[in-house]
T-cell receptor, first 112, second 111 residues
Framework: GESVGLHLPTLSVQEGDNSIINCAYSNSASDYFIWYKQESGKGPQFIID?????DKRQGQRVTVLLNKTVKHLSLQIAATQPGDSAVYFC???????????FGQGTELSVKP | NAGVTQTPKFRILKIGQSMTLQCTQDMNHNYMYWYRQDPGMGLKLIYY???????DKGEVPNGYNVSRSTTEDFPLRLELAAPSQTSVYFC??????????FGSGTRLTVV
């Protein structure tokens, strides 16, 4: 169901530490997942994606893990930097990219 | 390429007025989306389109209408503006193979 009225959860980490942001998705038929970063006053920016036939995908300083059994997605950011401070959203879609639904989001705050 | 262009960037409407939020993409994407984002909250899907002439409701379609006469354009119409429609509106386009690109948003205030 929807988390109507709930504000974003926050994660605070020290600069240089690794960050892990979690997301529970809703549709077991979803076959494509994306992580977005949103900075204040801007639109969402693509970070990394993963398809349902994969469990893990790595990018530059970021790794996405997918657990289809429990419908869980995570984003790992290595050596977190102040520039990583933003809100992070996961999104899911199915059937070759029809409805694209966003998760609740997590606000990441990096302390110098 | 300009990507996804939204106009206007800001707008103040009075209750009961109508307006159209414009969204244009130059990437020849079939899929286009409209979202609203309330302060401190996530993005909620209003309407989406999988190609010219095809539109479908998202999570929060009430109070809005869309059309998709061309691949490039996906306007969002508010017929009778209400304070509950005060929000930031984002348009996006893309494909499942190449990801999705978002516009910079339209900040709408209804007073």
């Amino acid at each position: 169901g929807e988390s109507v009225g709930l504000h974003l959860p926050t994660l605070s980490v020290q600069e240089g530490d690794n960050s892990i942001i979690n997301c529970a998705y809703s549709n077991s038929a979803s076959d494509y997942f994306i992580w977005y970063k949103q900075e204040s006053g801007k639109g969402p920016q693509f970070i990394i994606d993963i398809r349902s036939n994969m469990d893990k995908r790595q990018g530059q300083r970021v790794t996405v893990l997918l657990n289809k059994t429990v419908k869980h997605l995570s984003l790992q950011i290595a050596a977190t930097q102040p520039g990583d401070s933003a809100v992070y959203f996961c999104a899911e879609t199915y059937n070759q990219g029809g409805k694209l639904i966003f998760g609740q989001g997590t606000e990441l705050s990096v302390k110098p | 390429n300009a990507g996804v262009t939204q106009t206007p960037k800001f707008r103040i409407l009075k209750i009961g007025q109508s307006m159209t939020l414009q969204c244009t993409q130059d990437m020849n994407h079939n899929y286009m989306y409209w979202y609203r984002q309330d302060p401190g909250m996530g993005l909620k899907l209003i309407y989406y389109s999988v190609g010219a002439g095809i539109t479908d409701k998202g999570e929060v379609p009430n109070g809005y209408n869309v059309s998709r006469s061309t691949t490039e354009d996906f306007p969002l119409r508010l017929e009778l503006a209400a304070p509950s429609q005060t929000s930031v509106y984002f348009c996006a386009s893309g494909t499942a193979n190449y990801g999705y690109t978002f516009g910079s948003g339209t900040r709408l205030t209804v007073v």
